[in-house]
């Protein structure tokens, strides 16, 4: 500091001799002042450079810090991954600093416009005779399907929570709450709580995600338009193979109304397993096949009114995907299910108090295909029942209902953006084997906001 004030003072009196003199030595004098500069400009920056130089070391040592620390954590994600899932790495869960404790949640509301030449009434009362009496919950004029919020969040390294909150008119329901396990051994996932079942193809499917407003024929018949949702737990394995494979086994409660019933058995009366493949056919182009099977103890109403089955029933399913899409607007899907119930056990007339043996062998299949188009998507579907089987045998007689039920839909929808939809869909419904057709006509609008999970293939 001292010789910063010294060298200043100098400078002000060469200043003043400056003014003095004359040109030649003016010159003279500035080359004398520029080299008493140079040890003034280090005097007075160099405190100043000094502590620059330091900062910027401070910086790189802490940038250095924080890449090593980064290069750590990734390096103990990639050892403690397991085919995409990860083990513990030290990072805090759903109490503790975690981005992980924060949830997705989204919103997906499904109104639609409904008309059919049926009142409402005949509506409620048309079941499928011979194979459910359960009818059509649908009521001419505005509906409301649901408002569904969908909640997901990883809960820690080890497990993912889902769950599924459908608001109706009727009021508020959990249509699934489970888990999902993230970190156990090569190719193996557990999944338990409230869940819909793996079992065949549109069943894992939530509404929102149908290629049409409502469920196809089969699915109304032998599993209800909600499908199988149930309690239990559901072991998945993945084996290492050229292409996709799924195995899985299931154990559930059987609260199905048509299936099974919550009163046939206490605890778990329900179990089911299913394989699916899917693999490439072409650069643009996909397959997924396979089969489920689902079996277990029965006790209800759903056969015909009046009456209650309590036996045994087996529901076979074989599912088959298509798809083709050369590019995001455009794509071509082909889908079909066949599906075989078997039943054996007792039938009780509830106002006669009768009992008779009854044994069921029932199948059903539909075929639909989608093309789209940029902005839209047009789709036709075929159901029938009893293509190949169609026996009731009640105490050793095979019963007749009438002609095979059928049923033909067509749609043309406008997706504006992958957050709406707009679908206009008919159905010609020869399902309630009376000689009279159900014309029905859906308006049908299906809005998202949030973050939503992606659907499965």
Not at 413 to 439: C, G, K, M, W
């Amino acid at each position: 500091m001292y010789r910063a004030i010294r060298s200043s003072a100098m400078l002000s009196c060469t200043l003043q001799k400056i003014k003095h003199i004359g040109g030649t030595m003016r010159i003279k004098t500035l080359i004398c002042l520029l080299l008493l500069l140079a040890p003034v400009s280090q005097s007075f920056g160099g405190d100043d450079l000094e502590q620059r130089l330091k900062t910027l070391e401070d910086a790189s040592k802490t940038q250095s810090k924080t890449i090593e620390e980064q290069q750590r954590v990734i390096d103990e994600m990639k050892k403690g991954s397991d085919n995409g899932n990860l083990k513990p790495t030290g990072v805090t869960g759903l109490f503790g600093g975690s981005s992980l404790g924060n949830p997705n949640i989204s919103l997906i509301v499904d109104t639609f416009f409904y008309s059919s030449n049926l009142n409402n009434v005949e509506l409620e009362s048309r079941g499928i005779p011979g194979f459910t009496s359960v009818g059509i919950e649908r009521k001419n004029g505005f509906n409301l399907g649901a408002a569904e919020l969908f909640i997901y969040a990883p809960v820690d390294p080890y497990l993912n929570l889902y769950a599924t909150l459908p608001v109706t008119e009727a009021g508020a329901e959990v249509e699934e709450a489970y888990f999902i396990t993230t970190a156990l051994p090569k190719g193996f996932q557990i999944k338990g709580g409230k869940f819909k079942s793996g079992f065949g193809r549109i069943n894992a499917q939530h509404p929102h995600a149908w290629d049409f407003a409502d469920a196809p024929l089969v699915c109304r018949a032998f599993i209800g338009e909600e499908g199988m949702t149930e309690k239990g737990v559901q072991l998945t394995y993945l084996p290492s193979l050229p292409f996709y494979t799924q195995l899985g086994i299931e154990a559930l409660q059987g609260e199905n109304e048509l299936l099974f019933g919550p009163d046939a058995k206490s605890g778990a009366h329900a179990f089911s397993t299913f394989a699916k493949a899917s693999f490439d056919t072409g650069e643009y182009s996909t397959i997924l096949l396979g089969p489920s099977v689902v079996t277990g103890k029965a006790k209800n109403p759903s056969i015909a009114d009046g009456t209650e089955f309590e036996g045994d029933t087996t529901l076979y399913d074989f599912e088959f995907t298509y798809k083709w899409k050369p590019s995001k607007d455009r794509s071509f899907t082909l889908q079909s299910e066949y599906l075989l119930r078997s039943q054996d056990g007792d039938l009780t007339d509830t106002a006669l108090s009768t009992t008779e043996p009854l044994k069921r062998t029932q199948d059903g299949a539909y075929i639909q295909g989608t093309y789209q188009m940029g902005r839209w998507r047009a789709g036709a579907r075929f159901n029938r029942l009893g293509i190949f089987n169609d026996e009731y045998m009640l105490s050793g007689t095979d019963q007749t209902f009438g002609e095979q039920p059928w049923k033909a839909t067509g749609s043309l929808e406008l997706n504006p953006t992958e957050f709406s939809r707009i679908r206009v869909q008919y159905n010609q419904d020869r399902s309630a084997r009376d000689d009279r057709t159900n014309h029905e006509v859906f308006l049908q609008f299906t809005l998202g906001i949030g973050a939503h999970a992606a659907h499965n293939f």
